[in-house]
């Protein structure tokens, strides 16, 4: 009998140890869920249902956590097999983190195995060490000003022009007129002829193909005899990659999911295609520059496209040091930058860009007052050089973007890893810890004492306002408002953009800030430039108004439509 009773009370003894050891652990001193640490499946059952019905699971991740307890720092509790997720939601301590305290945090793992079995040689697919240091250096000339102004902006604005004339065609003709269609495939197209033709220096014709195709669909003629251009067979390999990540950047093991995708047979077509297109461009460069002597190498001029200038960079080092090539084709680093550039440079803008013909849509007052601007500025052309577009100083046109990429919340959120025992808004987290952080700045943030925050902290609050988050800037952060940028100069009365208004948060910051934001922005206010000024975004029907979303690997509209009018 005893021995029964014993063997019972051992056997519950061990299951609740068995089920202690499962349980999640919270960290100490971080507010959580007190219901989600007394279940196995900590915050998950939370977690799910408002995946399914929001479609984006950054949102999702938010709303269980922070949101739910009313606190700008939680944590998102697991099983104990994982340690807990740490949530920010603090802008300005979002902004300290990336800008300003980059020996305390590194990206984190999370981020980095999403990507890392696709471009395990990108650079944003390492963490922080001499290595990544020196492929950074290598291809940080290739986002100056002045290069971009001479290699990509040509080539944007060209670009651009292409989109203008598909546009005006579906804006006249009988096939799309007063009716709304979807432009994420056209902004897609437009940035993959951008982008390719400045990554690599040569044209896509994507764009140029579809005008080809509606215009013989308008005249009544067969589309079967219009040989597609190289770029449709890119852009095919481009929507798979991209495709693939965001599928995969959900799954519970993404980089698990990533790296079995790897052994498909889709996939390694995939690495064929590209590594060949690749791997041809820059072999005739190479074949160039190798017959060049010193001083026509060292002519910067030469430099048509970004891997003109690291390759000629290449070829110079090797001929002044005497030492033989390394094959460039043959580096799986260079080929792996130049892919991510592509793909991010690709998905990213053309969300964006959805996302700001939709405010302009929704927003009609702003859609105004951003074109007024746009005449003042450009009183006698639609279609202003493009030169002037990037060279001319109009606040309105920087606020009216800045608020696109503040609001759009294109990319969401990121990841970062403490590399030491640090403390977040008064909170110890201990090395290791990863930190989930909301880049989308859409809603008032919660009260913070000014003592819980960082010295850095403090000093760039007391730098730039440490109440400009509850002052006019951040009024009604929901709405598209591009004043909020604007101030008035104290000496001229007159208005000037201050991109200091708001934290910044849309391309990250720091060090392991976005590599492309210069592109990103130089992009992204010519094609605005030239749409605003040839064409008025007209009221959608209501069932297209919301302007709700979907994230995947980027955060896209639901209802991605426009209906145009081309403007005399």
């Not at 067969?222 to 095919?236: C, D, Q, V, W």
């Not at 948060?505 to 206010?525: D, I, P, Q, T, W």
């Amino acid at each position: 009998m005893w021995l029964y009773i014993l063997l019972a009370a051992s056997a519950t003894a061990f299951i609740l140890a068995v089920r202690q050891r499962v349980y999640p652990k919270p960290y100490p001193g971080i507010p959580y869920n007190e219901q989600s640490a007394h279940r196995i499946s900590g915050d998950l059952p939370e977690l799910v249902p408002v995946i399914k019905s929001t479609n984006e699971y950054s949102t999702a991740i938010f709303s269980i956590t922070t949101q739910r307890l009313g606190k700008p720092i939680a944590q998102m509790l697991f099983p104990a097999l994982r340690k807990p997720l740490i949530i920010l939601e603090d802008p300005r301590e979002i902004e300290d983190i990336l800008v300003r305290r980059n020996r305390e945090f590194d990206k984190a793992p999370m981020a980095i195995n999403t990507l890392r079995p696709m471009f395990a040689n990108a650079t944003t697919s390492q963490y922080t060490t001499p290595q990544l240091r020196a492929q950074k250096r290598l291809w940080a000339d290739v986002m100056s000003a002045e290069f971009l102004h001479k290699a990509a902006a040509p080539n944007i604005y060209k670009a651009t022009l292409n989109l203008l004339e598909l546009w005006r065609l579906k804006a006249s003709s009988s096939v799309h007129k007063d009716q709304p269609f979807k432009v994420p495939e056209d902004f897609q197209n437009a940035t993959l002829d951008a982008m390719w033709v400045a990554v690599v220096g040569e044209e896509p014709g994507v764009t140029r193909y579809e005008i080809t195709k509606l215009q013989n669909q308008i005249a009544g003629t067969s589309e079967n005899n219009i040989p597609p251009p190289r770029g449709i067979f890119l852009k095919r390999e481009v929507d798979y990659i991209a495709d693939v990540i965001a599928k995969n950047a959900s799954s519970p093991v993404p980089g698990w999911a990533q790296k079995l995708e790897t052994y498909m047979p889709r996939h390694r077509q995939f690495r064929r295609t590209v590594n060949a297109e690749i791997t041809l461009v820059m072999g005739k460069a190479v074949d160039r520059f190798q017959r060049l002597d010193l001083g026509k190498l060292e002519a910067e001029e030469m430099d048509t496209c970004m891997s003109d200038l690291v390759l000629r960079r290449l070829v110079l080092a090797a001929k002044k040091a005497q030492q033989p090539l390394a094959d460039p084709t043959k580096d799986q680093h260079m080929l792996d930058e130049m892919f991510l550039l592509l793909v991010a440079g690709y998905d990213s803008t053309a969300n964006l860009l959805t996302w700001f013909v939709r405010y302009m849509e929704s927003y009609p007052i702003a859609q105004s007052e951003l074109r007024a601007a746009l005449k003042a500025a450009f009183p006698n052309s639609k279609v202003p050089a493009m030169e002037d577009i990037i060279g001319k100083n109009i606040p309105y046109l920087d606020a009216a973007c800045e608020e696109t990429f503040r609001l759009g919340g294109v990319a969401k959120g990121n990841l970062r890893q403490a590399l030491v025992d640090t403390e977040v808004l008064g909170c110890k987290i201990p090395k290791g810890a990863e930190i989930f952080m909301n880049y989308h700045f859409n809603h008032a943030p919660y009260p913070v004492n000014e003592s819980d925050r960082s010295a850095s902290s403090q000093t760039a609050g007391a730098k730039y306002g440490d109440d400009r988050l509850y002052g006019s800037a951040g009024h009604d952060l929901g709405n598209f408002e591009p004043k909020r940028w604007l101030v008035k100069d104290a000496q001229t009365e007159r208005e000037v953009f201050n991109p200091y208004a708001l934290p910044s948060l849309a391309f990250g910051g720091g060090y392991r800030g976005c590599s492309g934001r210069k592109l990103a922005v130089m992009e992204f206010r010519l094609i605005v430039v030239l749409l605003v000024l040839n064409f008025e975004f007209l009221e959608l029907p209501d069932n297209l108004k919301t302007l709700k979303a979907s994230e995947k690997v980027f955060r896209s509209p639901d209802m991605p439509f426009v209906r145009l009018q081309a403007l005399s």
